[in-house]
């Protein structure tokens, strides 16, 4: 009876650390994810603010 509780202990263990695997580099890969989200938010932030600029400048030569 000790040996069988004690394989069925072994089995959830590696049961759980494989879970736990897969866990873990879902989690690694929505990090990269969400990295590259976030640079890819500031590159289209700064694009808006020259966009910006230019819709000032545009503005101010035809006002001039």
Same mark, same amino acid.
């Given at each position: 009876?000790?040996?069988?509780?004690?394989?069925?202990?072994?089995? %959830?263990?590696?049961? !759980?650390?494989?879970?736990?695997?897969?866990?873990? %580099?879902?989690?690694?890969?929505?990090?990269? %994810?969400?990295?590259?989200?976030?640079?890819?938010?500031?590159?289209?932030?700064?694009?808006?603010?020259? !966009?910006?600029?230019?819709?000032?400048?545009?503005?101010?030569?035809?006002?001039?």
């Amino acid at each position: 009876a000790h040996e069988r509780e004690k394989q069925l202990l072994l089995e %959830d263990t590696k049961r !759980v650390l494989a879970e736990l695997e897969r866990f873990t %580099d879902t989690c690694q890969r929505l990090q990269t %994810d969400k990295r590259q989200l976030e640079e890819e938010l500031a590159e289209l932030r700064s694009k808006q603010s020259a !966009v910006a600029q230019w819709e000032a400048q545009i503005t101010g030569i035809i006002q001039w």
